[in-house]
């Protein structure tokens, strides 16, 4: 499973990238805002940096619109995703630069049947948001699990990119459904590390390593 970084912080992009955790980007208008960056200038920086796709949102809500500024985000590097919104302009704007043979990730999506139409639109990514239906009661999970069904019955190419990440288990249930990708915060990504029986353990060893009155180096 890929991990994408959610995120538009360079420092926190650069250290996941130093460890091969970030097999890509995503981005979004609130992200932008949070970083207060210019979109293209810090989207270039981030596409310089990182191999894999980054995705750029546009923010039009016409499909003509959206395609002019895809087209624009698409200039900026070779690995741009353009993120378009699962509206009914969005999955136009999607069929249109897909068509163009540029990669495209249909965002907020939140359920089955816009997932399906997001691949027969010629969609690169689709991005479930899990924790914004967990918000609302429904477990977002469940979804992945449909898409996912959906997408093997028909060999669908259309990369699943659980999205709305909010937990250790989010990724760990992900990866036992099959999704092909989660775009998770850093902090997130960091906390799959934590386990409190590995820092009990750890804080074990040194207590008896101290007594030992030993040194490695
Ligand atoms: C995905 O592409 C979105 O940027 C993101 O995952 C949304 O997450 P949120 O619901 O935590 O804002």
Same mark, same amino acid.
């Given at each position: 499973?890929?991990?994408?970084?959610?995120?538009?912080?360079?420092?926190?992009?650069? +250290?996941? #990238?130093?460890?091969?955790?970030?097999?890509g980007v995503t981005t979004?208008?609130?992200?932008?805002?949070?970083?207060?960056?210019?979109?293209?200038?810090?989207?270039?920086?981030?596409?310089?940096?990182?191999?894999?796709p980054v995705s750029a949102e546009?923010?039009?809500?016409? /499909?003509?619109?959206?395609?002019?500024?895809?087209?624009?985000?698409?200039?900026? /590097?070779?690995?741009?995703a353009?993120k378009?919104?699962?509206?009914?302009?969005?999955?136009?704007?999607?069929?249109?630069?897909?068509? +163009?043979?540029?990669?495209?990730n249909?965002t907020?999506?939140?359920?089955?049947?816009?997932?399906?139409?997001?691949?027969?639109?010629?969609?690169?990514f689709?991005?479930?948001?899990?924790?914004?239906?967990?918000?609302?009661?429904?477990?977002?999970?469940?979804?992945?699990?449909?898409?996912?069904?959906?997408?093997? #019955?028909?060999?669908?190419?259309?990369?699943?990119?659980?999205?709305?990440?909010?937990?250790? #288990?989010?990724?760990?249930?992900?990866?036992?459904?099959?999704?092909?990708?989660?775009?998770?915060?850093? +902090?997130?990504?960091?906390?799959?590390?934590?386990?409190?029986?590995?820092?009990?353990?750890?804080?074990?060893?040194?207590?008896?390593? +101290?007594?030992?009155?030993?040194?490695?180096?």
């Amino acid at each position: 499973m890929k991990f994408f970084v959610d995120t538009a912080d360079v420092d926190a992009i650069a +250290e996941l #990238n130093e460890l091969g955790f970030a097999d890509g980007v995503t981005t979004n208008p609130s992200l932008i805002l949070k970083s207060g960056r210019d979109i293209l200038e810090v989207t270039k920086e981030i596409c310089a940096m990182i191999d894999g796709p980054v995705s750029a949102e546009v923010v039009a809500l016409k /499909a003509d619109d959206m395609i002019a500024e895809g087209r624009k985000l698409a200039k900026i /590097a070779d690995n741009i995703a353009v993120k378009v919104p699962l509206t009914w302009d969005g999955l136009k704007a999607c069929k249109v630069l897909s068509g +163009e043979g540029k990669m495209v990730n249909v965002t907020l999506c939140f359920s089955a049947s816009q997932a399906l139409l997001a691949a027969k639109a010629g969609a690169t990514f689709v991005s479930p948001f899990i924790g914004r239906l967990d918000d609302i009661n429904i477990d977002g999970l469940d979804l992945i699990e449909e898409i996912r069904t959906i997408y093997d #019955n028909y060999a669908f190419k259309t990369e699943v990119l659980a999205a709305s990440i909010r937990s250790v #288990n989010h990724v760990s249930e992900c990866a036992k459904i099959g999704s092909d990708v989660v775009t998770a915060p850093p +902090e997130v990504l960091k906390k799959l590390a934590q386990h409190a029986l590995t820092d009990k353990g750890l804080a074990a060893f040194m207590k008896d390593w +101290e007594k030992t009155g030993q040194n490695i180096l």
